[in-house]
């Protein structure tokens, strides 16, 4: 599988690069025909600070952030976008005037919870979601409607990778879109042309990595 693989690089930093697979691969959402890997922009220092410099721009003048809420395993980018956000001299209406890095936790029902030790993160603070990727928003709307049960304000949503524009009426801000991969679509399981064809499952990924089948 990984013989397939092609890089797309961003042309404003060739450090940030999504590595691309294409294939017949399944997620807990949809079906869809190119896996990303994102494995070395999460989890090199090199890479995942090109990719939150990058991500800042869209914030760093305009948008007010107490919290960044790390979606799939994405903290070390989160921490390096905080970095960003607080050297630009962005506002932080929060008693400790710098911005809290964190992840919800998911209850045996799927559910993003906070604990009660945790969520002073999230209660009366500007919230930034952040994710590696975004396919169809199912994840990112439950991060939404926690962030707003726990009593946080929803500023913004960045994702290295995004198929979709917006997501609970907030815009989604990426580094590569669908454009930028000729042909990527996501598919309901009951419509995916690629079943139908019996063609045969790669792998079933999420925002962690993949298992082949």
């Keep these: 599988m990984e013989t397939r693989m092609f890089k797309i690089y961003s042309p404003a930093d060739k450090k940030v690069a999504l590595k691309v697979i294409p294939g017949h691969f399944v997620t807990s959402h949809s079906h869809i025909n190119y896996y990303v890997d994102l494995t070395t922009l999460q989890a090199r220092q090199n890479e995942a600070e090109a990719a939150a410099r990058l991500l800042a721009r869209k914030y760093e003048n305009n948008t007010v ?3 960044i809420i790390c979606l799939n395993g994405c903290q070390v980018i989160g921490a390096y976008l905080a970095q960003e956000l607080t050297h630009s001299g962005i506002m932080s209406l929060n008693q400790h005037k710098t911005i809290y890095v964190t992840a919800p936790e998911q209850d045996i029902n799927g559910q993003m919870i906070f604990r009660d030790n945790s969520k002073m993160m999230v209660e009366n603070k500007n919230i930034l979601i952040l994710s590696t990727s975004i396919t169809t928003g199912v994840t990112v709307e439950k991060a939404i409607r926690s962030v707003e ?3 946080g304000k929803v500023k913004g949503i960045a994702s290295i990778f995004s198929f979709i524009e917006q997501a609970h009426g907030v815009e989604v801000t990426s580094i590569f879109e669908a454009k930028d991969m000729s042909g990527y679509t996501s598919y309901d399981e009951k419509d ?5 064809a019996k063609q045969k499952i790669d792998a079933i990924v999420n925002g962690f990595g993949y298992s082949k089948m």
């Design 65 to 67: 952030v107490d919290t």
């Design 192 to 196: 995916c042309p690629m079943c139908k």
């Design 149 to 151: 049960y726990y009593g």
